[in-house]
């Protein structure tokens, strides 16, 4: 060991190169000279590489099958393709057990700058160990025969790999052959470098040709050689500049799992040229032999709807080319290899199954059918084939068919295990050979491809170039060949089936008819339900060379019978959209003529007569319509025929009328003519009578007739029913008298109409018109009379009309005239008069009417007479005079007649009554005609007793014209009361006059007063009980009724109040008669001193408010001002507390009253005081409040426990409550106080529900602080108050903030800040991690919630805008760390500029939190191309001198471009050869010449980038009429790369300018169409697309939600399908976790401020629970002094908290506690059974713990609790403890469940070893039951559910709402654009091809050149091939 510098003490490892340790087995299978690495560990990188020594001598396989086959077997092709086959076999095999992308990569190095040619396979596959590497080396040593090492990284045994869909299992490494003779094929020397999964070394050996031939020189041992084992990355051992590229591929090898490497070197030269020259046909080669590995079971195109292709992780084989001209593909990219070429051809497939019957192998099959389209055969031609020198001959080969059929080539191309045998195909088998088919189809055999996939079961060549005897155990009689359908076999005839397959795929697919000019797609309901739909229409087809449309003449044949008509549309079956090929199809016919047929027929297309012309079926058509009737004949047998428009009088009859059918010959018909056989269907003649209204659309049939059926001739007799006045139609038809049609076959049968018109009559009748049915006497009125003729209708009444009028009962009945107009005749100013009962009650009168000279001469009408209009005024009483008694009122009544004295009642009839010397009275006589007048009280001043005498006058005042009435009133003098005296009995004297004023004693008494009353003639008026009720007095309510019949009144109290005056009242409330006094009432003697106080309150430390009075008052306490200003000196002033130096005495004049001044307290208690005031012999004592003094100070009067510590940005629950208090400490509650909550230092952020607020009612101001946020540190919350600017102090709160690890601050970004963003590719890793508020990162955040947000445009504030867009992260991968999410494969934007990057991380709903914005420039990619800055139009030029004409290009830049447009290639410099190509591909067409006569023009590129002023053709330049040509832009130069795409141009060329000029127009539109187009197709397609992710969200969401429905009915949970009924029951759940929640039960009372910190587990009392309640009093009891003890996992944790709490806070860190592991058994155990029946039923203490999270607890209370037992009672555990101790064996401490504690040391008793009360210990808290569990389980699960649900919801919403949009009208609208668009297009893109004119070709003229080479015949036409089917 010394030898190797290792220690006694130090540990090592002896490993092989594979780093397995060595142990007796491995070491007993060593070799000599075997190589050991000697290692700390079994993983230690190398600290130098090693080399050893093997030997890998040929196998014996070498020998016995070295002469089997040639290996290389060319068949007329370079074998290099398949050389390199071999190497990506092995690779396959290697890459097949890669859960992620295979990926293979050959590297072609032929740049000089990196050395020498060499060629590099490299692959991501599962690497080789060194002995592995060794196997490789032994050329035949097949995956079969290799030995299985007895050690290893892996095991090397082969495992045949389970059947997969057709045999696609990589597992293609066979024989160990293969790559030997592949890498020596292609170069003379191979290094093979490998790294195997796990290990940490790379293996690397080299085997070269001159190594070997030295090696014979110098007679060595030829097969051996050396493995070198290094470190990833280390390429110290390559020296020679040869092999520089081998510096950069060992650099990629950091960071790799896994690879292989094969580097051939000394490639030879042939080889080198074809790689570089042909790399489309080696591609195309590999792309066909791999081709179902890299595009899946189906193949390209095919695989994104193979679910097979799925399973399978993605392979991708690169090839790039390092040369001066760099290319690097994808084989998945080739497109052109031939099995890409027949899926994309194939529209049909035919499976099946091949089993062989001597070794059970078995064989899928496909055939595919490639079917005649159009004009051409889809057949594809095989890229690899070698042409014939006879196939430029072969007649067949028309210019512009593109494919031809398979001809003689076998149908069958063949793979084994998917890969593809290239030099083995199968022609045939017996049931799909043409021999053996239909000779109908027998064109179809040329048209199927297939492909065969075999297993390993059909051996193979050693170089997989050919099959052994496929072909022939596949052709065995044994073999059974099975269909395969939908995955399943299907039984029956294969034959039989392949032929129906072909026949059903030649009618469906093979394209024969042309349908053009798409319609719409129909459901035709009379086919048969699967039928139905879909139906294409068409208004067109081109048949056999001719057009047939919509509308055309067509004629049918062989049908019976033979149809004649028009064409309605064609209808093919299918989704059609636009002009397509069918086999055949129906067309609809309406039949012609319609008067025959009147329906459509649906035929087969192949049913129309293409012999027939429009000419013919046209005359066949006309002389069937000549029979049909035409005209009708009308005549009038008794003349007086009635003309058109004329007018006759009512009642006049019409006819009769004679009717004949006429036809166009002029021939009378009563019948149809005949279709077919039988007769014609009878004719009937309609006669209509219509009578219109006044408005234009009414009319109303008044009569309607039919003749007989069976009439020969039509006849109708006279109509004498004409009487109604107006405008008729007579209207006659003539009907079908089967069905009374008037139509036949779309057309109108004959018919006649006559228009005239109906008046009236002369005058025969009249009736009275409308008037009123009253009439007022001597009122004026008109009398109507409407004049009728004898049909009742209105008519014009003669000239000479004297009416007369009588009525009986009438005093007067006159008129003044009679007027006409129009049919009416007026009675002018008729005028009535007569005697009305009254106004309520009119009479009714006859008035008779007569017209002398009518029929009917008279007519009657009744009316009602009415009173007239005021004509005079009646009033009554009539006397004169009028005596009224003064004071009393007066009645008139007051009557309104009309001229003949009825009482009138009419509107405005007011009549008014004005007395002199009172207002004027009125009454309102408008409804009755009659009214009241009273004048309510006649009060006049009566002299000496003498009556009075009045004029009263009535009137009108609306009525001017009728006279007023005047009427005489005398006033007589009254009776009643009219003055009062009083006067007293004791002094006869004494009379109180009215307002007298009497000074009487405060508190005295008035007696005996008495009253008298007098008259209007003064007069005594006699007291009765009557009047004597009506006597009131002011000063009592209780009156005496017998003393006031006395005239004695009630005596008078004097108030007993020093006041102002009192009034005093009696009166006689009957006539408003009274008598007034005041007296004013005079203080008594003083009785008693009296103190004022204003207020009653007073704060401590204050003068009492206000002065306080001091007075002399009396019983009454009036103010005797007896107090004098000496008496002030004789006062005095006592009270508890009270301040006497500060009290004066002040004496005030005016009141005669004295002040006390400065009254204040300065010590005492709060609440009532009394104070007492003494002068002389009188004492007052009063009572006031004393309060708290002036705000001084505020006081913390409850809070949190301190000392606190917070975790940053979190709150305090418990609020901070301060008292405001004054300076003696007595509580204030002084509102206008602000209390105010502030930090100290300012770093510390305070939020809390109110920063500032007064103080409460009760002098309190509560603080919650809801949040404090600051860096970590010691901080203080001060409460400052302030009242009037003026401060008060408070106290402070010391508060610790410690960082948060559980809070996220920010996110942190690692990505590669060198890497470049080239536009359209992929972003490097980003990795962004959650950094907590302690600077750790934070793992627990869901990675659904991290976005990275990308949008254009530079940095803009924190928030990213609206229309960023928003990517999801990565999954780590298995090597990457999870502590962060990564954002991996992230697709750059397409576009050059600036973008900017954003992270962000949604913490709630509403809450983000955002990373630094990062700038990012996208640079341009790698060109790919070349291209115009702006697309140009398409030129159109024509053969002109002209040069605007000629002109193609004008002042157009072309750059390179990347795949995104973007230019680049700045460094790119060279030319660009403008070129002319044949768009159509006719090698013979003549193509245009450049100005110069050239076809070729070369311009500079410079800078990427080419610019062209004017680009023309030549005058007169050579050129086919009507032709397209493409104007070819290709980059050239030294740097340019070589696959730079050109830009290519069409134009077309015309031999004349204003074909040029049309074209050119059609060109630009088409242009302008093709861009709308465009963009119309990617809006569809973008809501196409949003519909499918809409769909797949609705579909995952239901997914969700059924999945957790069924976890629901498996835990029996109810369930719904609505959110409501989910509400509910989460709301009854958490009512039963709230009812749990405040059940009471046990809880830990101290305070855990460091829970959650990062390493720390909490407070022990937090730590467990404990069930029991006695188990949790002792055990807490126990452990008293480490309740609140915090533990930690590391002691940096715990030395963090110790310093944060200035050593307060006592701490346990686990990384410094060692307990014994696992659990001993309690004492009474041993060996496994118990020593001793044990009593009381001990248990540990620490088992009795419940750990509600981490089991690193276990530790701590094993620590801390020890072994101690819990025992039910004391006597139990002394009993135990004998036991234990007897036995031998320790004691530990027992605890009972009764509260006492036995010591380790036997220690029992006293007050030390017996648990005080629960109430007073920090005890463990008890469990929340297991029912809170499993209801926290089904809320968790009932939530999911309803979130589901709404997702669901939403989803259906969202996907409805985007359907709802799609078939929007503005989106249908859209669509119908789109379509008309394309209709245009095609119609622009037809005439466009279309030459208008003769195609000429011109050539240049002189120039000496030929124009081009006339084609050749076709012999036949391919698309006369198939004919339609009938």
């Given at each position: ?39 700390k560990q079994k993983h230690q990188a190398l600290a130098a590489p090693t080399e050893e020594n093997i030997n890998f001598t040929p196998h014996y396989d070498t020998l016995i099958q070295s002469g089997t086959y040639e290996y290389w077997a060319s068949r007329g092709q370079n074998p290099l393709p398949y050389s390199l086959a071999e190497l990506i076999d092995n690779a396959l095999s290697a890459t097949a057990r890669n859960q992620g992308v295979r990926k293979i990569e050959i590297r072609m190095m032929f740049d000089d700058t990196l050395g020498k040619p060499a060629v590099i396979v490299l692959d991501n596959g599962c690497g080789m160990t060194s002995k592995q590497l060794k196997n490789w080396a032994v050329y035949r040593l097949s995956k079969f025969t290799r030995d299985i090492g007895s050690y290893g990284s892996e095991d090397e045994g082969y495992v045949r790999p389970d059947p997969v869909h057709r045999s696609l299992n990589s597992d293609i490494s066979f024989f160990g052959v293969g790559g030997k003779q592949a890498v020596f094929h292609i170069g003379d020397s191979v290094r093979m470098i490998s790294k195997p999964y796990g290990s940490p070394d790379v293996h690397e050996m080299v085997i070269s040709k001159q190594d070997f031939e030295n090696k014979v020189k110098n007679k060595e041992d030829v097969y051996s050689g050396i493995i070198r084992n290094r470190k990833p990355g280390d390429f110290s051992h390559v020296k020679t500049n040869d092999e520089r590229f081998l510096h950069n591929l060992i650099l990629e090898e950091s960071g790799k799992e896994r690879f292989t490497a094969v580097v051939i070197t000394g490639v030879f030269p042939d080889h080198i040229a074809f790689l570089k020259q042909d790399i489309e046909v080696w591609t195309r080669q590999l792309a066909e032999v791999y081709h179902y590995y890299i595009h899946g079971v189906n193949g390209k195109e095919m695989s ?88 430029e001959d072969d007649g067949d080969n028309e210019p512009g068919v593109l494919h031809q059929e398979r001809k003689k080539r076998p149908i069958f191309d063949c793979f084994w295990n998917g890969r593809l045998i ?172 319609k008067a025959f047929h009147d329906k459509i027929k649906t035929i087969p297309i192949s049913k129309i007569d293409k012999n027939a012309t429009s000419e013919a079926i046209q005359k066949n058509i006309d002389n069937d319509l000549a029979k049909l009737p035409e005209f009708l004949s009308v005549s009038w047998p008794e003349g007086d025929p009635w003309l058109e428009g004329g007018a006759r ?340 004297n004494l009379v109180l006059t009215d307002n007298e004023k009497i000074l009487w004693l405060a508190g005295g008494l008035m007696e005996n007063l008495f009253y008298k009353l007098y008259d209007e003639a003064g007069r005594d008026v006699p007291l009765t009980a009557e009047i004597a009720s009506k006597i009131k007095v002011n000063w009592t309510g209780d009156v005496n009724l017998r003393d006031l019949v006395k005239g004695k009144l009630p005596d008078l109290h004097v108030p007993s109040q020093v006041q102002v005056e009192r009034f005093f009242q009696v009166s006689y409330q009957d006539q408003n008669v009274s008598v007034s006094f005041h007296i004013i009432p005079q203080p008594d003697e003083p009785n008693r001193l009296k103190a004022t106080l204003l207020k009653s309150t007073v704060k401590l430390g204050e003068v009492i408010p206000g002065n306080i009075s001091l007075e002399l008052v009396d019983q009454y306490d009036n103010v005797t001002k007896t107090l004098s200003s000496d008496s002030k000196n004789h006062m ?117 529900s109110v920063v500032s607020q007064p103080v409460n009612v009760e002098g309190k101001a509560s603080f919650t602080v809801t949040s404090l946020s600051g860096p970590k540190g010691y901080y203080q919350l001060d409460f400052k108050g302030s009242l009037d600017r003026k401060p008060i102090p408070g106290p402070s709160v010391n508060i610790t903030i410690t960082p948060d690890p559980n809070k996220p601050v920010s996110l942190s970004v690692v990505y590669d800040h060198n890497a470049t963003f080239p536009a359209g590719g992929v972003f490097p890793v980003f990795s962004v991690t959650v950094v907590s508020d302690e600077g750790s990162p934070i793992t627990t955040f869901n990675p659904a919630a991290a976005s990275m947000l ?103 830049t072309l750059r390179i471009m990347d795949s995104s447009g973007n230019p680049t290639g700045e460094d790119l410099n060279g030319n660009v050869i403008i070129s002319i190509k044949n768009c159509s591909g006719h090698g013979n067409q003549t193509i245009p010449l450049f100005e110069g006569k050239t076809n070729i023009l070369e311009i500079s590129l410079e800078e990427g980038k080419a610019h062209i002023d004017r680009l023309a053709l030549m005058e007169n330049s050579p050129g086919e009429n009507g ?7 290709t980059p050239e130069g030294p740097m340019v790369p070589p696959t730079l795409a050109p830009f290519e141009l069409p134009f077309r060329f015309y031999n004349d300018a204003d074909n040029q000029r049309k074209m050119s127009e059609l060109s630009k539109k088409k242009d302008d169409l093709t861009t709308a187009v465009h963009k119309d197709k990617e809006i569809l397609n973008t809501y196409g697309q949003l519909l499918s992710v809409l769909t797949s969200h609705h579909i995952a969401a239901s997914h969700k939600e059924t999945s957790i429905r069924k976890e629901l009915h498996r835990r029996n949970m109810e369930t719904t399908q609505t959110i409501p009924h989910f509400d509910r029951l989460i709301t009854e759940k958490r009512a039963e976790i709230e009812k749990i929640m405040k059940t009471r039960r046990r809880v830990c009372s101290l305070q855990d401020n460091y829970k959650g910190q990062q390493d720390v587990l909490g407070m022990v009392g937090h730590l467990a629970f404990v069930q029991d309640d006695h188990a949790a009093w002792v055990i807490s009891w126990q452990i008293q002094g480490d309740m609140d003890c915090v533990i930690t996992k590391t002691t940096e944790a715990a030395k963090r908290i110790y310093d944060d709490t200035r050593g307060r806070q006592q701490v346990m860190a686990l990384d ?169 297009l095609e119609e622009i893109e037809r005439q466009l091809v279309s030459t208008p004119g003769r195609p000429l070709k011109r050539a240049l003229d002189n120039a000496g050149e030929p124009s081009g080479i006339n084609p050749k015949k076709s012999s036949r036409d391919p698309r006369l091939r198939s004919t339609i089917p009938t």
């Open positions: 060991m010394a030898t190797f510098g290792i220690r006694s003490n130090e540990t090592f490892v002896l490993a092989t190169t594979d780093r397995a340790v060595l142990d007796s087995k491995i070491f007993e299978g060593l070799q000599d000279d075997s190589t050991l690495h000697l290692l994104d709807s193979s679910a097979d292709s799925d399973c399978h992780p993605e392979i991708k084989i690169m090839i790039s080319l390092r040369d001066k001209s760099p290319v690097v593909m994808d084989l998945r990219e080739v497109e052109n290899d031939i099995q890409t070429l027949y899926i994309k051809l194939a529209v049909d497939t035919f499976e099946f199954k091949a089993t062989t019957a001597q070794d059970g192998g078995t064989v899928d099959g496909l055939i595919r059918y490639h079917p005649f389209l159009y004009d051409r055969e889809t057949y594809p031609e095989d890229p690899n084939a070698v042409q014939g020198p006879d196939d290239p030099y083995t195909t199968v022609s045939e088998f017996d049931w799909c050979a043409q021999s053996k088919g239909a000779k109908e189809l027998a064109e179809c055999y040329s048209r199927i491809s297939g492909v065969l996939f075999t297993d390993d079961r059909f051996p193979v060549s050693t170089n997989k170039l050919t099959f052994m005897e496929l072909e022939l155990k596949l052709k065995h009689r044994d073999t059974f060949f099975t269909r395969i359908l939908k995955g399943q076999k299907q039984r029956g005839n294969i034959q039989k089936d392949f032929t129906q397959w072909l026949k059903n795929c030649h009618e469906k697919w093979d394209k024969q008819v042309k349908f053009l000019n798409f319609k719409k797609t129909i459901t035709r309901t009379e086919l048969t339900k699967k039928m139905q739909y879909p139906w294409a229409t068409f208004t067109s087809i081109e048949w056999d060379g001719k057009i047939y449309s919509k509308g055309q003449l067509v004629k049918s044949q062989k049908t019976q019978p033979i149809l004649y008509g028009h064409v309605v549309r064609f209808l093919l079956y299918g989704q059609h959209e636009e002009d397509v090929f069918a086999t055949g199809g129906e067309v609809e016919i309406c039949m012609e003529p009088p009512a009642g006049t009859p019409l006819g009769p009328l004679n009717i004949n059918i006429m036809n166009k010959k002029e021939d009378s018909i009563s019948q149809m003519p005949a279709v077919g056989q039988g007769a014609g269907k009878r004719l009937i003649i309609e006669l209509k009578v219509f009578h219109h209204g006044t408005k234009p659309d009414q009319k109303k049939e008044v009569l309607s007739l039919a003749t007989p059926t069976s009439a020969k001739y039509f006849w109708f007799k006279k109509i004498e029913m004409l009487t109604g006045l107006g405008e008729y139609t007579l209207k006659l038809r003539t009907l079908i008298n089967e069905n009374k049609a008037d139509s036949f076959g779309g057309r109108e049968l004959p018919s006649y109409k006559l228009n005239f018109t109906i008046k009236e009559g002369k005058a025969e009748s009249f009736v009275i018109g409308t008037m009123s049915s009253s009439v007022r006497v001597g009122m004026l009125f008109d009398i109507p009379l409407q004049i009728k003729d004898g049909y009742d209708h209105p008519t014009v009444p003669p000239p000479d009309f004297k009416p007369i009028l009588k009525c009986s009962g009438l005093t007067s009945l006159s008129f003044d005239k009679t007027e006409s107009s129009g049919t009416t005749l007026y009675i002018r100013r008729v005028k009535a008069s007569g005697k009305v009962l009254n106004h309520l009650q009119p009479k009714t009168y006859d008035l008779k009417v007569t017209l002398p000279g009518l029929t009917q001469n008279t007519e009657t009408i009744k009316f009602s007479l009415l009173p007239g209009t005021a004509h005079s005024i009646h009033v009554t009483p009539e006397d004169k005079p009028i005596k009224v008694e003064n004071g009393k009122p007066v009645l008139f009544n007051v009557e309104i007649h009309d001229e003949a004295g009825n009482i009138t009642a009419n509107s405005k009839q007011i009549v008014r009554c004005e007395v002199q010397g009172f207002p004027g009275v009125a009454t309102d006589c408008s409804n009755s005609g009659a009214g009241q007048l009273m004048i309510n009280t006649v009060n006049l001043k009566i002299i000496k007793g003498q009556p009075e005498k009045l004029h009263v006058q009535f009137e009108m005042p609306s009525q001017k014209k009728i006279k007023p009435v005047v009427r005489e009133l005398e006033v007589v003098p009254s009776k009643r009361v009219c003055r009062m005296e009083i006067c007293s009995k004791d002094d006869q005095t002033v006592t009270a508890e507390g009270l301040d006497q130096s500060a009290i004066t005495f002040q004496w005030q004049e005016g009141s005669s009253s004295v002040l006390v001044l400065g009254v204040q307290f300065r010590s005492g208690t709060l609440g009532p005081r009394e104070i007492c005031f003494t002068y002389e012999k009188y004492e007052e004592r009063v009572i006031v409040k004393v309060t708290a003094g002036v705000p001084a100070q505020l006081k913390l009067v409850s809070g949190p426990v301190q000392p606190l510590q917070v975790l940053n940005d979190q709150g305090i629950d418990t609020p901070f409550v301060v008292q405001l208090c004054d300076e003696w400490g007595n509580p204030c509650s002084d509102q206008r106080v602000v209390v105010q909550l502030r930090s100290s230092p300012q770093a510390l952020k305070v939020k809390s990308l949008w254009k445009g530079v940095q803009s504030g924190r928030i990213p805008p609206k229309t960023a867009t928003e990517l999801k992260c990565s999954k780590p991968m298995e090597n990457q760390k999870s502590d962060r999410f990564y954002f991996r494969d992230k697709e750059i934007p397409e576009q050059v500029a600036k973008h900017t990057v954003q992270f962000s991380l949604r913490l709630e709903r509403a809450k983000i939190l955002f990373s630094e914005q990062i700038t990012i420039n996208v640079v341009a990619n790698q060109p790919v191309k070349l291209g115009p800055t702006s697309q140009p139009p398409t030129p159109v030029v024509s053969y002109s001198k002209v040069l605007a004409n000629r002109t193609l290009v004008e002042n157009m032709s397209k040509y493409t104007l070819l832009f410094s506690v060692f307990v014994h592991p696992g659990n001993r058994p309690l004492p009474h155990m041993g060996s496994g059974c118990m020593l001793f029946d044990p009593p009381g039923n001990p248990v540990y203490a620490k088992d009795l713990l419940l750990y509600t999270e981490d089991r690193d607890r276990d530790m701590a209370f094993k620590n801390i609790l020890g072994e101690t037992i819990l025992i039910d009672d004391l006597d139990s555990a002394n009993n135990y403890r004998k036991a234990v101790v007897q036995k031998k064996k320790p004691c530990p401490t027992i605890l009972t469940r009764q509260g006492d504690r036995v010591s380790s040391r036997g220690k029992f008793g006293g007050r030390n070893n017996k648990a005080p009360p629960i109430d007073t210990l920090k005890v463990f808290g008890a469990p929340l039951p297991q029912h809170y569990f499993l209801l926290k389980d089904h809320i968790d699960l009932l939530t999911q559910q309803r979130s589901a649900l709404e997702k669901v919801d939403q989803a259906a919403k969202d996907r409805d709402h985007h359907l709802n949009t799609m078939k929007s009208p503005e989106m249908l609208g859209k669509v119908q654009e789109m379509e008309e668009r394309k209709k245009q």
